[in-house]
């Protein structure tokens, strides 16, 4: 069979784009298909995990990444019962190269990934190209079927990658079945003009009966606000300022941002709990949300996607370089990224179980003394935490062919 490429993946995001810039520096030519015109959507997970900074400086790009404005968090604190603020997760204590999380817009990540597949002979990025179908023969997939400005085209490849996210496509279509887990929240995004007390701290906020996390940013707070799955059109209902009074009351010191606030600047995220049974047919192979959609609990949904891009890679390079892949191979990504995913979703859904206690009660919630006490008196305990939130169960480090020195400027 003649194919246009050897691999076509499915999806601009951050998987999909560090899948197709490692494989095309590794000598495999690589079409990514983006839907939309560029990059420039807001909300898409701005976190960058130290394991992603180390792999970017492993390909040469964390120079270029330094141009990029982002602000870092090194900690996540929670209120105790005496009204301070302890430290929960300490990602400053790390020994790593990277010991802090790097807050960066997403857009700014991808174009950066972009400029970097410019360079690469084996790389080409589709804008505006949606996919709308798989091509197959008999039981193996062979490439996909896509809307573009020129009209419907296929696109005939030995491996497809769906990375289009949560709500992919390609695995429905490809009939890939998903086991959905109860998630009691959905969240709305938000962004409010300020500048919180603690600049690098990551911390909930409480009013009476609502529930916030703040994330601080070079000149506003990116804010979460956690509500009850499916109540979103009754807290609109409510109105713009009993809104707006929540905020204040959990973070006086926004008050000021909070009064230009609308509910249209209000994001409703469907947070959604889930896994492929299997991750992969003939000539397929899912990553990211589009092999297990994450909660935002932890905002490590983003750094799985790349690990899972980068093993990914890794296994399936030299197969699809020499024209013998083979169902073993596509299967060997899910056995070596099953284990974190399963670990990180079960951590995920006993928090889940915290939070919905939080939702339903008005008490003030702290963190008990006795606990409080014992992280103050030995504060390595949060370097555990951070080291499962910066780096995972599995860190995945880049094919070294794909490896770059720094100081290379990239197109654009």
Known sequence: MEFDTKCVIAGGGPAGMVAGLLLARCG??????????????????????PSTLQLLDELGLMSEFEKI?????????????DGSATTVVNLAKLKHPYPFIAMAPQWDFLNLLARAGEAEDNFELRMNCQVLDVL?????????????????????????????????RVRDVAGIAMKDYSVPL???????????????????????????VLIPRSDYVQTAMLLPKGMDAEIRAQGVDAWRRSIVEAAPELTEGVSKLSLDD??????KLNRARRWWRSGLLC??????AMSPVGGV?????????????RILAEPLRTLKISDRDVANVQNRRLAPTIVVQSIQRLMHLGLRRVMR?????????????????????????ARLLAVGVIQEHSPLEARRTAGNDLPG
């Open 28 to 49: 495999v030519p690589v079409v990514v298909l983006e839907k939309h015109a560029d990059f420039l959507r807001d909300f898409r997970g701005d976190t960058i995990h």
């Open 69 to 81: 404005n982002f602000s870092t968090v090194s900690q996540a604190q929670f209120p105790s019962g």
């Open 136 to 168: 197959s023969e008999g039981d193996r997939i062979v490439g996909v079927r896509y809307s573009s400005p020129d009209g419907i085209q296929d696109l005939k490849a030995l491996l497809t990658i769906a990375a289009d996210g949560r709500w992919s």
């Open 186 to 212: 959905d969240v709305w995004w938000f962004k409010v003009p300020g500048v919180l007390k603690r600049p690098n701290a990551l911390s909930p906020a409480f009013a009476q009966d609502k529930t916030f």
């Open 266 to 271: 209000a994001k409703l995220l469907d947070v």
């Open 287 to 292: 990553i990211g949300d589009a092999a297990h």
């Open 301 to 313: 949904g983003i750094n799985l996607a790349v690990q899972d891009a980068v093993a990914a890679a």
């Open 361 to 385: 009660g008005s008490e003030e919630v702290a963190l008990p003394a006795s606990v409080a006490s014992l992280l103050r008196r030995f504060p390595k305990i949060g370097v555990i935490p």
